[in-house]
């Protein structure tokens, strides 16, 4: 569904992405690890060209889009098709969570509102955020931003929905709210891929798991391969040291 | 006692007539300028982005007196003849607007870029998004410095005077050259005035608190 080949990004004279691919199939959970500045964030944000990437090719629902020349109608056509749960939420500040979910509805996609307004109340009410659709987000705890984020992403009917670091930003008692969101739309058959150092959830909910590092895919297996028997020694390195954070 | 009572309304009543209308449609017209310029740097139009550059430049390098006086005695020159009060009008708005562009740019700027890629990502146009995500943000953020503006420029408008219109100010000095009365006529236009900015303080902060409420703060 989803096929990124030869990706890549600089900043400058930093290397960020060096020749990434990797492809993505209806129905995948795959969950991208590893440490911080591996290039995760940048290659997920170079999928919905929120970066431009220097070179890659797309190819989604077996069209091909050259990632750096892209055409700005093109792009918006795939975002369209996408969603995207960021790190910080980023709702719409000056929006209620039921503006936030129908914008991109009524917006967007031009859908009457009666029915937008219909779609959003089942998108906030799926997250758990029925009585909470008409505050605003400073209103809303971290957790409950970033539930109506996730309602915001899959009110639009995406084939296939980014998370960039979606609890990272999260106070530790609001993290299994979101993940439990997550658990549920995997279950559902939803397309994702998931950028996260939540190694409970790439162990338990996705199906497959992306090791980076320096801007390349070190390791990519079944997720119960990668856990069961990583084959690379630097992605058993970063297991260790992941799980070892925790003890004091 | 008795020059304030006779003089009161004759300096209130141009206060009402002229000032008021004069702070009103100038600051109207600075509004719009405001926001189109400073739309035109957010968004780095090509082109139009350096003339917004120049306009500021010289609008708020110049003094606004020297401006109305180029406007009202200087244009003549070229055959341009304005009345009084649509000359003063023009100088104040043009004026205003320069000062009042830089204040919504940098309110358009201080919205975080992920407020933009929200949009994108929510399928949103660059347009769509700026109209209805970023605009309605930065001007919550730009209300209070706008106010100020507001303000400072309902007492500017005793310039006017310079170029004829006969404001507030211009009629005091009229009462005060037939009297004598100086000290009292300026006292008490300076009273009119601080009864014009407090009214505008507070709808200032009933503004704020309307806002506020908007993003329920």
């Known amino acids: ?248 | 006692m008795g020059v304030v009572t006779d003089s009161f309304f004759k300096i209130l009543i141009p206060g009402i007539t002229m000032t008021i209308p004069l702070t009103a449609i100038s600051f109207a017209l600075a509004m719009v300028i405001a926001v189109t310029v400073a739309l035109v740097q957010y968004a780095r139009v090509p082109v139009l982005t350096p003339l917004a550059r120049f306009y500021i430049w010289i609008i708020r390098g110049t003094p606004l007196l020297v401006q109305l006086f180029v406007v009202f005695y200087g244009l003549p020159n070229l055959g341009i003849r304005l009345e009084p009060f649509p000359a003063a009008v023009m100088v104040f708005s043009i004026n205003e607007g320069a000062y009042c562009a830089e204040t919504v740019r940098s309110a358009l700027e201080s919205v975080p870029v992920g407020q933009l890629e929200a949009g994108f990502c929510a399928g949103l146009s660059y347009l769509q998004t700026v109209r209805r995500i970023i605009l309605p943000q930065a001007l919550r953020t730009a209300f209070p410095p706008l106010s100020n503006s507001l303000i400072a420029m309902m007492k500017d408008t005793s310039l006017a005077a310079n170029i004829t219109v006969t404001e507030m100010f211009m009629a005091t000095q009229r009462l005060a050259a037939r009297n004598f009365e100086y000290l009292t006529l300026y006292l008490e236009v300076a009273f009119i005035y601080l009864m014009f900015s407090t009214v505008l303080t507070r709808l200032q902060s009933w503004g704020e608190k309307r806002l506020k409420a908007g993003l329920g703060e």
């Open chain 1, 1 to 248: 569904m989803l096929e990124i080949q030869n990706l890549t990004k600089t900043f400058g004279t930093l290397t960020v992405l060096d020749g990434v691919s990797l492809a993505v199939e209806q129905g995948d959970v795959v969950a991208i690890l590893g440490p911080s500045g591996s290039g995760k964030t940048t290659m997920l944000r170079c999928l919905n060209f929120l970066e431009t990437a220097d070179s890659g090719v797309l190819t989604f629902d077996g069209e091909a889009f050259d990632m750096r020349t892209i055409s700005r109608r093109d792009i918006a056509r795939l975002r369209k098709k996408t969603a995207f749960v960021f790190q910080n939420y980023n709702l719409f500040r000056n929006k209620t969570a039921l503006e936030n979910v129908t914008e991109g509805l009524i917006i967007g996609r031009h859908m009457p509102k009666v029915q937008a307004i219909d779609i959003a109340k089942k998108a906030l009410t799926k997250v758990g955020l029925a009585d909470r659709m008409d505050h605003y987000p400073v209103q809303l705890s971290g957790g409950q931003q970033q539930r109506v984020g996730i309602a915001r992403a899959i009110a639009t009917n995406p084939e296939i929905i980014y998370f960039d670091e979606p609890t990272s930003a999260l106070d530790p008692e609001l993290i299994g709210e979101v993940l439990a969101v997550m658990r549920q739309l995997a279950e559902e058959g939803m397309t994702m891929l998931v950028v996260t150092h939540e190694l409970n959830f790439a162990k338990n909910v996705s199906s497959k798991v992306l090791f980076m590092e320096d801007g390349s895919i070190l390791e990519e297996a079944s997720s119960h391969d990668f856990f069961a028997a990583p084959r690379e020694g630097r992605v058993r390195e970063f297991l260790r040291s992941i799980s070892t954070d925790h003890i004091y």
